[in-house]
Structure formats: C-alpha cells, structure tokens
C-alpha cells in the first residue's frame, strides 16, 4: 500500500489507494456458444479475471432482454461471490420470456467490471403450464370420459392416466368408464425439447341397481287412480318419474282421474351421486268409465220423514249401487228410505257400473229433528168472548192453522185470535208447525164449542158507607143455574150472591165486580163502592177570666167544637149532670149561684158530620176552684191568664207598693216550683212565666208585696 500526503495550505490529506482501484480484465471461458435454454434449466457458465478483486467481490452472470440489450429487462441469473477466476451456476427465469437472440455477460462489483458479451445469439424457450380439467371431473360407469388442456401457446400435448391411459390428443375421450378409470391425468405441454405440465382428478362413481316399475291398475278406467310404484336394492337413491304429461319425483306417485291421454309409457328412474338407472312400466289400455251421475234428494231431510235419493247418468246399460250411514245400501236408481233419523247422517254415495268401470258421486245428508207442538190450549170459547187457541214450540217458523168450516190463517207464533166467538166460529182445529229449516211438525188439533154466556147480572149496594160501618152488596142473574163470584180491593173474593163486610175500610172502596158463570162463561157486572172516611170528632173548653176565681165572679165559658161538622148540637154538665137549658156553644155561670168551688163542668157535643166516629164526645172537665177571701187581699185583681194552661202564663196585676215582688209558685204537694223578684211599675205588674214540662195539675202562686199576701189557684193540663 502507498501512502501520498500532499500539503494544501494548512490542510493535510491523507489518501489510501486501494490495491483495487485499477479495473482487472473478464473472460468468458470458453466464449460462451451454448444456443438453446428452457424455462427452469441450469447451466454453467466459466471466467477468467486478471487483476486483483477484493474479497467481498460478487461476480454475477447477466442475461440481456429478448433483443439482446442489457439496459431494460436485463436480469441476474447467477451468482458467486469470490476474487478469483471460476464457474457460476445459471438458473433460467420462469417467467422468462420465448426468444431467440439472447446474449450473458459476466460483471463484478469490487472493483466494478464487466466482460463482453458472449458473441452469439441463444435461444431461451418458455412453456407455460398447461390447464388441465375433465367434464365432467366426477362420471359413472359406463360414461364416456372427456379430458381437456388448453395453453396459452402453440404446444403438443401428451396425457397420461389411470389403467395404462395415455394419448397424444388435445381433448382425448376414454369410452365406458370403469371404477379403475379414477384418479390423476396428467397432461404435458411441450415446445422443442420443454415442457410442463398439470393434471386433472377424476372419479367414477358406480351405477345404483336397476329400479322395478310397475303401475295398478293393470288395465285402468277412465276417472281412476293410477298408482305408480318402484323399488330398488340400492339405498339413499332418489327417485324421478315420467310419462304423458306427467313427472314427479316421488317413490310411488299417485295420478288421480286419469283420462285416456294417460295411457304410455312411464319411466323410473333413481339417482345416486349424479348415477342413474331406469326401468319403464307401460299403461297399454284405458277404458272408459260411464259417465259420472247426477245425485240429489229430498230437502230439508226431516227426521222421521219419507226420505228420496234420486241419481242418472247420460251412459246407458249401467247399474247402481248406493251405500250410506249407518249401514243403507241399495241397488235401485232412485231408493227409499221409509223413517229418515238421525243415525242416516252423513255421506251417501251412488256409484254406477259398466264393463268393470265406475263412477261415484256422493250427496251429504244432515238430518233435522222435527218441530214439537205443545197441546193446544182454549180461551174465549164463549159467545162474543175473543176465541184464543194456543200452542208453542222450542223451534220458530210459520203455523198454518185450518178449521173444518174453511177458516185458514198463518202467523209466526202459536197463538190466534177470533174476536166476538159464536157457534159459528165452532169445529175442529188443526194446526202445523213448519220451522226455518222447513221441516214440519206433527199435526195438532182440538174441537171448539161456542158456549153461550148467562144473563148480565144486576148489583144492589149500601154504598156509600162510613168506615167502621157495615158494607152489603147482592147480585142476581135471570139466567139459572149459575153460580156467582165477588172480587173487589185489596184482594176481596167471595163465591156468593151476597157479599157482606162489616166494619168497612177506607181500602174497601172501589170496583166490585160480580161475575155469574154457567159452563165456564161469565157475565159481569161493576159497582163503585165508596167508603167515607170516619171523622174523630173533638171539643175544647175556655173560661174567662178562668177557673180559679172569686166568690160571685162572673165566668163566661166557651165550647170550641172540631171536626164536629157544621151544626153540632151541644149539653153542658155540672158534676156529670146535664145543666137544664145549657145548650149553646157558650155558658154563663154564676160563682156561689152556678158554681161553687170544686165543681166541674165539661160540655158534650154530639157530631153533624156524615161519618163521625164516635158520634158524641165529652170535653175534659173543669174544675171550679174559688178563693178563700180570708187569707188574701181582696182589694187586687191579680189574675193569671189563660186558664187552664199548659206551664205558660202570664201573671197581671195591682198591687199596694212599688217596691219588689216575690213570686212564688207552688205545686199540689207543697213543693217550690218557680220564684222570681219583680218591680212593679206605678203599682202594677206583667211577668210572663214559662214552667212547660211541669206535671198536670193545681198550683198556688203566691205573690208577696210589702206586707200584702196574694194567692191564686190556677191548673196545668
């Protein structure tokens, strides 16, 4: 190694010279001359170097572009990485493209260097894989075997397979495949002496066993079901069915009404894993049916009834033959059932029959119970009653009623009415019920009489009457051999000519109807009872100045009459005796000439009113209290007013003072019942006193002015 220092002002360089820098000379050993390559092969190529290269160097074998050009395109293809001469070992690019004037060159890195070019064209060939594939991939037994290749580029191909397969065809077909014939083909591509390849798989599945087909029946008739039905011994296979206008995909397919288009052959067949097998059953004949019949019957079908079944077809020469619930069969056109019930509910079905064909048809048939009538009932079958006749039913609709004499009427209940009855409205009855469904009901009937009604009866009656009086009342018919009835208020009834009720009510009064009756017609007649209310009546006395009086008072004594009436006659008594002449309203009495202390008088009135009860009444008694002049100042006239009174007074009065007054009231047995303190006003007083509720009786007030004792009797009722 040299070392050069060189100085540059105040810098020094120090610069090491590689053993390297100068370029070494690459040979090709021999010049390269090979001239024909694929895709994929190796080859070695040799050099030669003078020089002296690092040891890092990599010498590298560059392949040109198709047109021989190491700019764009140019590519690597080996390498080693050494400083000496040697051989480097060349792979050919896959993706290499076809041509035939490719040139190498060798180059290095350290130092760079390249040799030239080798000096002759070569050939570099490029076979794309091929695309292999089989259609289809999976077969059967039997199958034809159809093999593919294609390439993008002009190449010959050549297969290989399975049991000794090979061709040299494109598209090679392998006829009758066996379950040997599965497995890998492969296919080679080949350009010159290259080629690639592929392969396809193939499998070969096996057949499933012959299928058995057959069909019922053999030899069917038009409007038949034709059953078709198939086995096999292979498992899992699915099934698959044509014929005239027919394909299914089940098993035992069924095909119903068939028609004489349906005669041919039906093929079968079952499928396993893209396998089939087949077998054909043929329909040779299809005779014809007659024609389907026509069926109806009696409507509505009532239970008990008469019941009709009615069929016919447009074929000729046929038979018949019915079936239905629970157990009828027949073999007429047209049968009878005698008593329809409930158990014939259900399907009836006809079928006709020509030379081994048949054809059905079926009618539903529900049974409906017939309407009950209830027993007919009579009303009004007497002369100008409303003639009514009655039955029911559970079920509704119309009732046609009929007479023997031609009376004839419809309604929707089971009632009639013929107003103003007579013997002409007589005869039998008859009655039909027909319900919504239109079922009829049993016939029901009865006979009318018109019965002729007795004579109108005529009443007498005490009315009106007071209450608490006695109430008579008495009817006749001219008619005989009637028997009577009474009804009236409150519920009255009576089966008499007479009808007698003492101490009449006020709820008496009103309608009496007295009814005569012979063979179950009446005639009637009304009378209006009235019952007056009793009157109570009441008498009240009044006496003034009042019953506690002095000796040769003069009392005026008044009788106030209630509810007596207008004119109501009266009798005063003195000690229960009647007073001779005392017969006013009012009496004037006399204190120690009419009347002496402790008398008592009441008056007794006796009622004007129409229904007094009772008709006389006594007042209460008066009692006539005079004062002890002796031990009360006389010179005063204290009174208390009103008397008799009920604990409410007032006390009025002179006395000799102006100073206080003490009152005092005392009952019957000593006792205090009332003291107050009143002044007098110039020597007179007024003081309202009010001891309601006290007990009935005589009480003594006492008033005490100065020295100055008054005392008055007086009662409480």
Not at 320 to 332: L, R
Request: charged share 10%; with cysteine.
């Amino acid at each position: 190694m040299k070392r050069i220092c060189k100085v540059v002002k105040s810098l020094i360089i120090i610069i090491l010279l590689s053993p390297f820098c100068s370029k070494g000379a690459i040979t090709l050993v021999p010049p390269f001359v090979d001239s024909f390559y694929c895709a994929g092969d190796t080859f070695s190529v040799g050099y030669n170097v003078s020089g002296l290269y690092a040891g890092a160097n990599v010498f590298s074998v560059v392949l040109s572009n198709a047109s021989g050009s190491f700019g764009s395109g140019a590519a690597v293809i080996g390498f080693v990485n050494d400083s000496v001469s040697g051989t480097i070992l060349c792979t050919v690019p896959s993706f290499i493209t076809s041509g035939t004037n490719y040139r190498i060159k060798v180059r290095s890195n350290l130092p760079l260097d390249s040799s030239t070019q080798n000096g002759y064209p070569i050939t570099f060939v490029r076979v794309p894989i091929p695309t292999a594939s089989a259609n289809p991939a999976t077969i059967c037994i039997g199958d034809s075997l159809r093999l593919s290749a294609t390439d993008s580029i002009p190449v010959t191909f050549s297969w290989t397979g399975p049991a000794g397969f090979n061709s040299s065809a494109n598209n090679p077909v392998r006829l009758n495949a066996q379950l040997t014939y599965a497995g890998n083909y492969f296919v080679t591509a080949s350009v010159a002496s290259c080629s690639t390849s592929s392969f396809v798989n193939v499998k070969v599945n096996p057949l499933p066993a012959k299928p058995i087909a057959s069909h019922f029946p053999v030899t069917p008739c038009t409007g038949d079901t034709l059953k078709l039905s198939s086995s096999t011994s292979t498992v899992g296979v699915s099934y698959g069915w044509t014929g005239p206008g027919f394909g299914s995909s089940s098993q035992n397919p069924i095909i119903g009404n068939i028609d004489t288009l349906a005669k041919g052959n039906y093929i079968v067949t079952v499928s396993l894993n893209g396998c089939i097998a087949k077998d054909t059953t043929t329909v040779i004949n299809i005779k014809i049916s007659p024609n389907k019949p026509i069926i109806s019957c009696d409507s509505p079908a009532c239970n008990g009834a008469v019941f009709h079944l009615f069929s016919n077809t447009t074929t000729t020469g046929v038979t018949y033959n019915w079936s239905g619930p629970p157990a009828f069969s027949d073999t007429v056109k047209n049968p009878i059932i005698n008593s329809l019930s409930t158990a014939n509910n259900g399907a009836f079905v006809v079928t006709v029959s020509k030379a081994g064909c048949s054809s059905s048809n079926s009618i539903f048939v529900n049974v409906s119970p017939r309407p009950i009538l209830t027993a007919l009932t009579i009303t009004g079958a007497c002369e100008g009653d409303t003639l009514k006749l009655h039955t029911s039913s559970t079920s509704t609709g119309t009732y046609s009623w009929t007479i023997t004499t031609g009376y004839a009427n419809t309604t929707n209940t089971g009632d009639i009415a013929r107003p103003n009855s007579s013997t002409a409205y007589n005869g039998t009855y008859f009655v039909m019920l027909k319900d919504a469904v239109g079922c009829f009901s049993d016939t029901g009937f009865t006979v009318v009489t018109i019965k002729p009604k007795p004579a109108v009866p005529t009443i007498q009656t005490n009315s009106p009457v007071c209450e608490n009086h006695n109430l008579f009342l008495s009817g006749s018919s001219t008619t005989g051999g009637v028997s009577y009835g009474w009804t009236g208020p409150g519920g009255i009834s009576f089966s008499n000519n007479q009808l007698f009720l003492p101490n009449a009510k006020i709820t008496m009064g009103g309608n009496y109807i007295f009814t005569a009756t012979l063979n179950g017609c009446s005639s009637s007649a009304n009378a209006n009872v009235v019952v007056n209310p009793a009157i109570t009546p009441d008498v009240t006395i009044t006496a003034d100045p009042g019953t506690i009086v002095n000796p040769g008072a003069r009392v005026l004594f008044t009788a106030n009459a209630l509810k007596a009436g207008n004119n109501p006659k009266y009798q005063w008594r003195k000690n229960g005796v009647d007073i001779t002449g005392a017969t006013s309203d009012v009496y004037f009495a006399t204190i120690g000439k009419d009347l002496s202390d402790h008398d008592n008088l009441s008056v007794r009135i006796v009622s004007s009113e129409a229904c007094p009860f009772p008709d006389t009444v006594v007042s209460y008694v008066f009692t006539v209290l005079v004062n002890d002049l002796s031990d009360l100042d006389v010179d005063n006239d204290v009174i208390v007013y009103p008397g008799p009174n009920h604990g409410k007074f007032t006390i009025k009065g002179t006395v000799n003072t102006n100073d206080a007054v003490d009152v005092r009231i005392i009952d019957a047995i000593g006792q205090l019942v009332y003291e107050d303190l009143i002044l007098p006003s110039n020597k007179h007083l007024i003081l309202p006193v009010d001891i309601t509720g006290v007990a009935s009786g005589v009480y003594m007030l006492q008033l005490k002015a100065g020295d100055q004792l008054i005392n008055r009797r007086f009662t409480i009722r």
